[in-house]
């Protein structure tokens, strides 16, 4: 702003000395300043805010794999207690448990957006108020389904949807908050289902409704609710076929 106020000083020479030639290339000399100054602070602000999101990203990326090293520490330390104590029934359904988390984080690495991947991974990390549990039935790489949405715009819409429950007013205290996510493909779409697990003030319901509707409108796709009398909504999603 500063930069650009100060072409007033070559301007009012050329209007004043209206016949020399010097105050003209003075002018251009002046403008032409100004644009490359300009032109480089806008370049180094973007990128300062591009070493800040790149930051910021590998930190996430290093409090989650922290955090799921000690998920699965702890998860050793019970197969090696079971296995101590000879509890072979439990040992089974331990190992089997731990199978199923490993097959669906997986199938999530697989999902095709960066963002979207790391958000999922990282959300136990970032956000201790509710669990998030993604199901996927079937490995789906969603850059290869050609949506009539890009990948990031997708991804951007998942995580504000996902948002949108993390608000839901507790009914008691030690109230579990879970919300299932479940990618399913199916014939011209992707179908996004949210489960909420746990009753939902009225006033609370019409609210995640007007606001998951809200999120996808001018969006590819229809947001329903298959139970009006819970917090379960699908987002089906075109793809060309």
């Known amino acids: 702003m500063i930069a650009a106020g100060s072409a007033v000083i070559p301007l009012l020479i ?38 800040r999101s790149l930051l910021a990203a590998h930190e ?7 955090h799921h ?20 029934d439990q040992l089974l359904q331990s190992v089997g448990k731990i199978k199923e988390r490993m097959a669906q984080e997986s199938k999530i690495s697989k999902l095709g957006i960066p963002s979207l991947v ?11 108020d509710m669990q998030l549990d993604v199901r996927l039935d079937e490995e789906i790489d969603l850059t ?6 890009d990948a990031e715009t997708l991804s951007q819409t998942i995580q504000d949807t996902v ?10 205290y030690d109230d579990e908050r879970v919300l299932q996510v479940m990618f399913q493909k199916r014939p011209g779409e992707l179908r996004v289902a949210y489960r909420w697990e746990g009753e939902v003030p009225l ?9 998951m509707k809200s999120i996808v409108q001018g969006k590819p796709g229809m947001m329903e609710q298959p139970d009006s009398g819970r917090a379960s909504f699908e987002w089906s999603v075109p793809c060309v076929t």
């Open 144 to 149: 290869d389904l050609r949506m009539e949405i």
């Open 163 to 172: 948002r949108i429950f993390q608000y839901i007013p507790r009914q008691t």
């Open 14 to 51: 050329v209007i004043v000395y209206d016949r020399p030639l010097w105050p003209a290339i003075l002018f251009a000399v002046w403008i032409g300043a100004i644009a490359w100054y300009s032109v480089r602070t806008v370049r180094k602000e973007y990128e300062e805010r591009m070493k």
């Open 203 to 211: 006033d609370a319901l019409d609210d995640v409704r007007q606001k």
């Open 69 to 88: 090293r000690h998920d699965w520490m702890n998860e050793l330390q019970i197969v090696y207690g079971y296995i101590q104590l000879k509890k072979h």
């Open 118 to 128: 790391l958000y999922f991974h990282s959300f136990r990390t970032c956000n201790a």
């Open 60 to 66: 996430t990326a290093i409090h989650t794999l922290n």
